[in-house]
């Protein structure tokens, strides 16, 4: 076991991953001879030699449409998308042909490429910069998505991503990338070195995808949450003192439905939380799933925390931010309710 931080975590599966398959490359914006805007994939160019890991032109669609036709020929390609908020260029090829190339050849082609990309706000990125777009491609039959909240789920999680035969959208909450984030910005800086997730195994191990974590258990409630405000709900929590159980979704697709649901029907209580915007955002189907589920065990009105239905505000950055101190508030609404 070593001490790492999320980045490490994400190029220690990268370097296990080209290792152990000689199919694997790994190819995006600037990951070859910078190693990556934030540095995940430092030294892998060097080690496995460039036609392992490699630049590619500022193209997304061109990146997505490389690696589909590379899976289909029998490799399997790890794409690095620079900023979740660039990834739409490449919406097109990810969404008509990657997603469904399984199912329009009766199953003789398919593409396991994996796409790895930073999204999520709380570095004052701004508005082109913070973007959260999972719910985009979960509504997207054929596509995988996974959300690492620490660096032992992001290793595991990223191994089985690129073992899967499918499609994998693999968002990396940049706000977790060097420690744990409570939301609460006027507090000193967290380090994942004393977390205990963040001791990650050196070999390779898998975080099976559609198993959810319990992170917190208890009994009065259920809070739903992944990536970066699995950790606001934590803070959140301790603060009230309300014993709420917090569940960390990990992969949206395929989801933990049974965890879930014995949760909600345990306490009787449900609030989910996302940075994404509130319509349209995950949060509303995972809030379907639950009262179609759970109708008769609910004793008060789902709540949802999410951001504000506005453009990432770069000098407002902790008024649309979900912090601790919504979450707090939805909690006690449900207890109430």
Known sequence: MTVMN?????NSAL????????DVVIFGEDVGYFGGVFRATAGLA???GVTRCFDAPISEGGIVATAMGMGAYGLRPVIEIQFADYIL???DQLVSETARLRYRSNGEFWAPLTV?????????GGQTHSASPEAVFAHVSGLKTVIPSTPYDAKGLLIASIEDDDPVIFLEPKRLYNGPFSGRPDRPVENWAQHPAGEVPDGHYIVPLGEAK???PGAAATILAYGTMVHVCLSAVQECGIDAEVIDLRSLVPLDIETITASVRKTGRCVIVHEASR???????????????CFYHLQAPIERVAGWDTPYPHAF????????ARVITALRRVMEG
């Open 6 to 10: 999320m980045v490490q975590a994400i």
């Open 15 to 22: 370097d296990v991953m080209l290792a152990a398959d000689p």
């Open 46 to 48: 060097e080690k496995h």
């Open 89 to 91: 260029p490449a919406y």
């Open 116 to 124: 790895r990309s930073p999204y999520g706000g709380g570095i004052f």
């Open 214 to 216: 319990i992170v917190q």
């Open 279 to 293: 319509f349209g955002g995950f949060g509303g189907e995972l809030s379907a799933l639950v009262q179609e589920r």
């Open 317 to 324: 950055e902790w008024d649309y931010f979900p912090g601790p």
